[in-house]
């Protein structure tokens, strides 16, 4: 997108066609192709995450950009500190234009410093402008602090919602945040807040959660609002056993170590995937798994269970 003043009307950038009222930010530019902390473009803001930021003399206005999906109700927080009277602009991206849609410089039932502003929107791209009360009428730029948050009232124009990283609101009651890979948003990418199922069927099929706790399937963690991850334990922790705990990815469970193969809830231990190297001498043992091994090492480097010396059967 070509760099553009915020307006008020339908014009070409620069060029406003109503009156410009008290408190309006018409005219100032800024470059929404280039995010910079000291500079006034942030970046990207996502519904239900909350972000913060300083401004400064050299930065007085900050802009972030709001990707909707679809269209429904929205509501902007603006928070100050104890001393900062905010003011917060709302602007929808028409042909390359940032056009105002509504601005704000108090909140009912807040504090005198927040501003906040409820807009019925379409699903699109639109800009929110957070500044000083100071600056947006009197051009006196300032140092102060915000926090800034967008959210849906209802959900409509949510889409999905981005959950679990740092920032992110936790998933509305009754949903649970479901991750694409296994991290469970350890590396930094978000998930999807979305139903917690109400039935699950009765497969026996142990996972870990994000919670570090075992169930007995993907379902039944969902059920209880937590997605199945790669959150087993590290190098030297219990697996198996009789809560069916799992190893971090990378990872083993070892049996080797236990002899006997009647042990109920028999556990083990995570090791890393390694190579061992054994000789082919013949010295038969048979593993819990019912097979003969050559020799005790080649049974432990299976992972398996000893049952006894000599071959099976």
Not at 176 to 182: K, L, R
Not at 241 to 247: M, R, S
Request: proline residues 5%; negative net charge; charged residues 20%.
């Amino acid at each position: 997108m070509k760099r553009c003043a915020l307006t008020l009307a339908l014009a070409a950038c620069g060029a406003p066609t109503e009156e410009k009222p008290a408190g309006s930010v018409e005219g100032l530019a800024f470059d929404p192709g280039k995010a910079d902390q000291a500079g006034p473009f942030q970046g990207d803001l996502a519904l239900g995450q909350a972000v913060r930021g300083t401004l400064s003399r050299r930065a007085p206005f900050h802009v972030w950009r709001l990707e909707l999906p679809d269209g429904g109700d929205l509501r902007l927080d603006l928070q100050g500190g104890r001393r900062d009277d905010t003011f917060v602009a709302f602007f929808k991206v028409v042909q390359g234009v940032a056009i105002e849609v509504d601005a704000s410089d108090h909140c009912e039932g807040g504090r005198n410093s927040d501003a906040c502003l409820d807009a019925s929107v379409d699903g699109g791209t639109y800009f929110v402008l957070a500044t000083t009360w100071q600056f947006a009428a009197l051009r006196r730029p300032d140092n102060a602090r915000y926090g800034l948050e967008a959210r849906c009232v209802g959900g409509a124009c949510a889409g999905p919602v981005t959950c679990g990283i740092r920032g992110l609101a936790p998933c509305p009651e009754g949903e649970y945040c479901d991750f694409d890979d296994a991290a469970c948003g350890a590396a930094g990418v978000p998930g999807v807040c979305r139903p917690r199922p109400e039935l699950c069927d009765a497969s026996n099929a142990p996972v870990c959660g994000c919670d570090g706790r075992s169930y007995d399937s993907d379902c039944a963690a969902a059920a209880a609002g937590v997605d199945a991850g790669a959150c087993g334990g590290g190098e030297g922790a219990t697996c198996g056993g009789i809560a069916a705990l799992v190893c971090a990815p990378g990872l083993a469970c070892d049996y080797s170590r236990n002899v006997g193969c009647f042990i109920a809830d028999v556990a083990g231990v995570c090791v890393a995937e390694r190579e061992i190297l054994c000789t082919a001498h013949y010295a038969p043992v048979c593993g819990c798994d019912g097979l003969t091994y050559r020799n005790d090492c080649l049974r432990r480097a299976a992972g398996v269970a000893l049952d006894h010396a000599g071959a099976c059967g």
